[in-house]
């Protein structure tokens, strides 16, 4: 089946510019993440959906940053007055979130989007 | 919060040989703590998970360690192959369905 799918693949934007990412999930998937991940370092977190609410949202480093889920399923990250300092790849990830006693819950990653601010 | 450090950040091993990777984490409510791969350019993904009731997971040639009490846990790779050269990452996670705390990853190049 598909995995998860994530637009655009590259986005260049203006210093100051509104940027918006998108996620497809897996289908069938409640559980939504977004993370960040700059050149050499492991991915960083920055919100967490179940279903159409935001779980945590803790990982966020700003109010620049806001990301929405409104039918539960596709997920769109939104940064405002984008700054060189956001540039990175954007990974989504979906999982199946059974929370059950001794189930796994792995996070299956999307290909991520390459944003660089100029 | 969770903070969790990896080491070393690079790793050079000949093929055939054994490649060990070492992590700690900070939080003692972790409890669930996978591993992934990401070769060049391409998405992470899982390749092993353990959870904080078991001290010790193996699958084929990957084991993964985990000692609670010191808040370590390792990543093992026996018989080496090419095909292993990649970035991974260890993790940390409340459970296994939360957020989960990336470590900054372990370049392993495997050298035919």
């Keep these: 089946g598909a995995g998860v799918s994530q637009t655009p693949s590259n986005k260049v934007t203006e210093k100051g510019k509104y940027v918006e990412l998108r996620c497809d999930p897996i289908s069938g998937h409640t559980a939504l993440y977004w993370y960040r991940q700059s050149l050499g370092q492991g991915p960083e977190f920055l919100i967490y959906f179940q279903g159409t609410g935001a779980a945590d949202d803790s990982g966020l480093p700003n109010d620049r940053f806001f990301a929405v889920r409104p039918e539960g399923s596709v997920s769109t990250l939104k940064i405002q007055r984008t700054e060189r300092g956001d540039s990175a790849v954007y990974l989504c990830a979906s999982s199946t979130r059974r929370g059950l006693a001794g189930s796994y819950n792995e996070q299956f990653f999307g290909p991520g989007t390459r944003l660089t601010v100029l | 919060g969770e903070n969790v450090e990896q080491h ?27 591993w992934y791969k990401q ?46 050269s990649a970035v991974y990452f260890c993790a940390a996670s409340p459970t296994s369905y939360d957020k989960v705390i990336f470590g900054p990853g372990t370049s392993l190049s495997v050298i035919p």
């Excluded at chain 2, 054994?18 to 669930?32: E, F, G, L």
């Excluded at chain 2, 360690?65 to 018989?79: D, G, M, P, R, V």
């Design chain 2, 8 to 34: 070393p950040s690079t790793l050079s091993v000949q093929e055939g040989d054994s490649a060990v990777i070492k992590c700690t984490y900070s939080d003692s409510a972790s409890n669930y703590f996978p």
């Design chain 2, 39 to 84: 070769e060049l350019g391409k998405r992470p993904q899982l390749i092993i998970d353990i959870r904080s009731n078991v001290g010790e997971k193996k699958d084929q040639r990957i084991a993964v360690t985990l000692n609670k009490t010191a808040k370590h846990f390792s990543l093992h790779i026996t018989e080496t192959q090419p095909e292993d």
